[in-house]
């Protein structure tokens, strides 16, 4: 099965950036969908960002479309969240997923695969 391990999540102000970043183990990590959710205290896991197998398509959740940016590199077997404009708000523990097959998907219940998270801690 797929391993994932994140790393890039930190403390930073209101307005400052991240590059969270999944690594994951090989078996064909190219024919994987992925994914990052997060979750905040008290707060059920939401969908941030996906991609399909192959990095040339991409969704986002409303509330981090053109603060965020998504991609992977299958080469390296890792994907990345580029995490710009933070706000409060973006405060969470930040998952990557992974499921089998080139679709990406934006329900964490259609992921089989999960890292064991990263916090991101955003301060006014």
């Known amino acids: 099965q797929v391993q994932l391990v994140e790393s890039g999540g930190g403390l930073v102000q209101a307005g400052g950036s991240l590059r969270l970043s999944c690594a994951a183990s090989?078996?064909?990590?190219?024919?994987?969908?992925m994914g990052w959710f997060r979750q905040a205290p008290g707060k059920e896991r939401e969908f941030v960002a996906g991609?399909?197998?192959?990095?040339?398509?991409?969704a986002y959740a409303d509330s981090v479309k053109g603060r965020f940016t998504i991609s992977r590199d299958n080469a390296k077997n890792t994907m990345y969240l580029q995490v710009n404009g933070l706000k409060p708000e973006d405060t969470a523990l930040y998952y990557c997923?992974?499921?089998?097959?080139?679709?990406?998907?934006?329900?964490?219940?259609?992921?089989?695969?999960w890292g064991q998270g990263t916090q991101v801690t955003v301060s006014s």
């Open positions: 991609i399909n197998w192959s990095g040339g398509r991409t």
């Open positions: 090989g078996r064909t990590f190219s024919s994987y969908a």
């Open positions: 997923a992974a499921r089998p097959g080139a679709i990406l998907a934006v329900r964490a219940a259609q992921y089989d695969y």
